[in-house]
């Protein structure tokens, strides 16, 4: 998929290739624009590269991780973005998620933006992935069981929709769906963008931005592996950002010594989701769940304690790469470190395909996270764990402990651990649902961008990926991402409907 | 992505066989008290490539006891190059004889399985490097032989995970779980309001 020649200069760059990036390439490459999308990822393709494994060297060369000991984010590097890896669950998120406020009472989305003027283009989103509500005959046991218990006390669950068609539930989604059901953007948007004339190139990162001197931007390319390979500048009348919410944010960061008028919010109000998680033994009175089968997704989420706790609860699949390096398990009453490693973890293995079940939350947490860079340039993550984050962590952790006990089941004992398998010392979220380095604001001194994505005070750059997304959603965050990335897609056409920089050749 | 333990959370901590004893690794070649270490117990195990193998085997069969001992890729991890812990790997198996020896007298490999239990909760509780290297040595053992990374068909029989492969079933959920029982609450197409 990589452009042969790439370019020396085009009508739009786009960096990125995720759901940010690839909605805008599509779109302004329709339009007639001269588009040139860059990834710092391999490319991949879907019927060669993705396989149905546990191989942590697989995951290892398109997901990436930076964080520390209270928080860690894992966002994806190749042709997709995150859109090859993700569960294909594509949620709306809901009115409140629009309306939340900072300390000082401010509303944290910009005027004017909110679930009702996002939804048209959510539905557009939902239309280009081919979104559908899960049938009840294809919910996984995994989301089986999590309705079963939750009908039990009485609350509601609800079917989710997934961007997926002719899905033969083998499981495996997260390593990428070698059945070519799951609708990443592989299959949708970057071919169409390419069918309309855009240009990809993968395997080289954006380094540098400087704005030219009448009008555009000059970037620095550079690959990104390939010690080979040479990189180069490349002019362009529009920039868009769709790194990410670690990457775009990087990338202005770097670029902050051409960029005299970028806002000091670059980086800072970092809002991830507010994960929490507990796991447990079902009850003997409920029946087997084989929890390997099905999508990866339970296939059901419960918008009960929305109103209550600000939070979606959910069910997880815990295949076995995922429970050794996420937590160490023990069971209540028992000495710490008995089934650390030997015959009691083996037999605590046993049970996670039919009787363990996972539990997890998204909350409404408060953007409190920032993304720095060390010396090197290197991402930096810093979060404070203050008394509200933990107070909420504590809350909705006694909620899931309270479906569960009260469900009949047995939680276990947690001890979640880091990248040498060892527990936190505090504690410890994690997320793929990173928001808001570079959010939009009404003005310069609460954000990055304008409601249209565009850089205050540097006209034609604009940041469209979740970097731009002001809040936590409470729900899996890509659909709020891609519905976006197309409201500013379209708000750069109505704008600018036709460039043509001076010298562009293909 | 999924949240928690599920694959997209849990992703996110893949880059933990990046980091696998990556820091134990680092700091056992780099430091004074590991220097001392290996120069103490020797970099080479005085049993050779083949004690070594089998010392590593009796340590894997110790973390996953029940494993057939003839799985393939047993003890693969523990030299792949692209885990740091490859770096540890002498000095480890020099630790497991050492503390074999000091607590019962003889070679690792040669001890039953509860003594050898005992050797590794024993390095699991000693302090600093030596600790990290015994976590990171079980964690390993855990991924490796649980998830199956060698052999993406494989699975682990031991635990009923059956691995990947290009074959399977249609879902089969109605038969093997619960019947589906909502009850629905405000909520338009799956999605909240």
Redesign the interface.
């Known amino acids: 998929m990589n452009a042969s020649h790439p370019p020396r200069s085009c009508d739009t760059l786009v960096i990125g290739s995720g759901f940010g990036g690839a909605a805008v390439a599509r779109r302004l490459a329709e339009a007639g624009h001269h588009v040139l999308l860059v990834e710092k990822g391999p490319a991949i393709d879907p019927g060669r590269d993705f396989?149905?494994?546990?191989?942590?060297?697989y995951?290892?060369r398109y997901?990436?991780?930076v964080?520390n000991d209270a928080l860690?984010?894992?966002y994806a590097e190749g042709l997709g973005g995150?859109s090859a890896?993700?569960?294909m669950v594509s949620?709306?998120?809901?009115?409140r998620a629009f309306e939340q406020v900072d300390e000082s009472g401010r509303r944290l989305w910009p005027t004017g933006l909110d679930r009702r003027t996002l939804d048209p283009w959510y539905a557009l989103a939902e239309r280009e992935l081919h979104v559908e509500?899960?049938a009840?005959?294809?919910?996984?046991?995994t989301g089986?069981?999590f309705?079963?218990l939750?009908?039990r006390l009485?609350?509601?669950?609800?079917?989710?929709?997934y961007a997926v068609q002719g899905c033969?539930?083998?499981?495996?989604?997260?390593?990428g769906c070698?059945y070519g059901a799951k609708q990443s953007l592989l299959l949708n948007y970057l071919p169409a963008a390419r069918e309309a004339g855009a240009e990809i190139l993968t395997g080289f990162e954006a380094s540098r931005i400087r704005p030219l001197e009448h009008e555009g931007y000059e970037v620095t390319l550079a690959p990104a592996a390939d010690d080979t390979a040479s990189g180069f500048v490349i002019r362009a009348r529009l920039v868009v950002l769709a790194g990410g919410t670690v990457g775009s944010a990087r990338l202005l960061l770097r670029s902050r010594p051409w960029l005299p008028c970028l806002s000091h919010q670059v980086g800072r109000n970092l809002a991830w989701n507010g994960?929490v998680?507990i796991?447990g033994l079902l009850p003997d009175d409920?029946?087997?769940?084989?929890m390997?089968?099905?999508r990866?997704?339970p296939g059901?989420?419960?918008?009960?304690f929305?109103a209550s706790h600000g939070v979606?609860v959910?069910a997880?699949?815990?295949?076995?790469?995922?429970?050794?390096?996420?937590?160490r398990f023990s069971l209540p009453g028992e000495a710490p470190?008995a089934r650390?490693?030997?015959?009691g973890?083996?037999d605590l293995?046993?049970r996670?395909?039919?009787r363990a079940l996972?539990?997890?939350a998204?909350g409404l947490t408060p953007p409190r996270g920032t993304l720095e860079l060390d010396d090197a340039g290197r991402p930096r993550l810093r979060l404070e764990l203050d008394r509200a984050l933990r107070a909420y962590e504590r809350r909705v952790r006694e909620l899931l402990t309270s479906i569960l006990e009260r469900s009949g089941c047995r939680p276990f004992d947690l001890a979640w651990?880091?990248?040498?398998?060892?527990p936190y010392p505090d504690l410890h979220f994690?997320?793929?649902?990173h928001v808001g380095s570079c959010r939009m604001a009404d003005t310069p001194a609460r954000g990055v961008v304008d409601v249209f994505g565009e850089v205050f005070g540097h006209p034609g750059l604009f940041v469209a990926d979740g970097a731009t997304i002001p809040s936590s959603l409470?729900?899996?965050s890509s659909l709020t991402i891609l519905a976006n990335a197309e409201r500013i897609a379209h708000g750069i056409l109505d704008r600018r409907p036709a460039l043509t920089l001076e010298g562009a050749s293909r | 992505m999924s949240p928690g333990l599920a694959p997209k959370t849990s992703l996110s901590r893949r880059r933990f066989l990046g980091l696998v004893v990556g820091a134990a690794g680092l700091a056992l070649t780099g430091c004074a008290p590991a220097r001392l270490l290996l120069r103490l117990d020797g970099t080479r195990p005085a049993t050779g490539a083949e004690g070594r193998d089998a010392t590593l085997a009796a340590f894997a069969l110790t973390v996953v006891p029940g494993l057939d001992p003839a799985t393939p890729h047993l003890t693969r991890v523990y030299g792949d190059r692209a885990y740091p812990f490859a770096r540890c790997r002498e000095f480890f198996v020099a630790d497991l004889d050492r503390r074999a020896r000091r607590l019962y007298g003889a070679r690792f490999v040669r001890l039953a399985p509860p003594a050898r239990h005992a050797v590794v909760a024993d390095g699991l509780a000693a302090r600093g490097i030596t600790r990290r290297v015994y976590d990171g040595a079980v964690f390993l053992t855990q991924i490796a032989l649980y998830a199956g990374i060698y052999d993406d068909q494989a699975g682990c029989a031991l635990i009923d995970f059956p691995g990947g492969g290009g074959t399977l079933p249609s879902f089969d959920a109605r038969a093997a779980s619960p019947a589906l029982t909502f009850l629905a609450g405000p909520a338009v197409g799956g999605n909240p309001l």
């Not at chain 1, 059901?300 to 009960?304: A, I, K």
């Open positions: 396989r149905q494994t546990q191989d942590p060297a995951f290892r997901l990436k991780s964080g860690n984010l894992t995150g890896f993700y569960e949620l709306r998120a809901p009115s509500q899960i009840p005959e294809d919910v996984p046991p089986r069981v309705a079963h939750l009908s009485g609350y509601s669950t609800e079917r989710a929709p033969v539930g083998s499981g495996w989604c997260v390593a070698i994960g998680k796991a409920c029946p087997d769940g084989d390997y089968r099905g990866s997704h059901v989420v419960s918008y009960e929305l979606m959910t997880a699949k815990a295949l076995p790469l995922q429970v050794v390096a996420g937590a470190g650390r490693f030997g015959a973890h083996v293995m046993k996670f395909r039919h996972v539990l997890v998204f651990v880091n990248g040498e398998g060892r994690s997320s793929t649902h409470a729900v899996n």
